[in-house]
């Protein structure tokens, strides 16, 4: 189970800036942030837990940084709820085109299938 938020034994965002809010990077991102991909993948690693063959499921689409993550770690198949390019603003899934160049399936999940919250 992965979320979008700082890495274990930090503070989140509100706590450590509670006056300004999150401190960005230069590309507009919460400086603090991990994605959720990456929180699930350390997650699973820090555990034991063996990734290889493994399906991830994920609210929006991978990234082009986690998709190499995804790749490198073994995970084998990705199911996504809604497009990680449409929710940026930005003209293609990077990550989704990634992880199909080196094999790794990637699915949308059909609207009808998509529960009314968010899934990590």
Not at 68 to 78: C, F
Request: hydrophobic share 35%.
């Amino acid at each position: 189970i992965g979320y979008n938020g700082p890495p274990a034994g930090t503070h989140n965002c509100d706590e450590e800036w509670p006056e300004t809010g999150c401190a960005r990077d230069s590309k507009g991102s919460c400086s603090l942030a991990l994605h959720a991909e990456q929180n699930a993948i350390l997650y699973a690693i820090k555990n034991g837990s063996k990734l290889e063959g493994a399906t991830l499921y994920t609210t929006l689409s991978p990234c082009i940084a986690c998709a190499r993550l995804i790749l490198s770690s073994g995970i084998k198949t990705v199911y996504f709820q809604r497009s990680y390019a449409a929710y940026k603003g930005i003209p293609s899934d990077e990550g989704v085109d990634f992880l199909v160049r080196f094999g790794v399936p990637v699915m949308q999940l059909p609207e009808k299938n998509l529960p009314s919250d968010d899934i990590i």
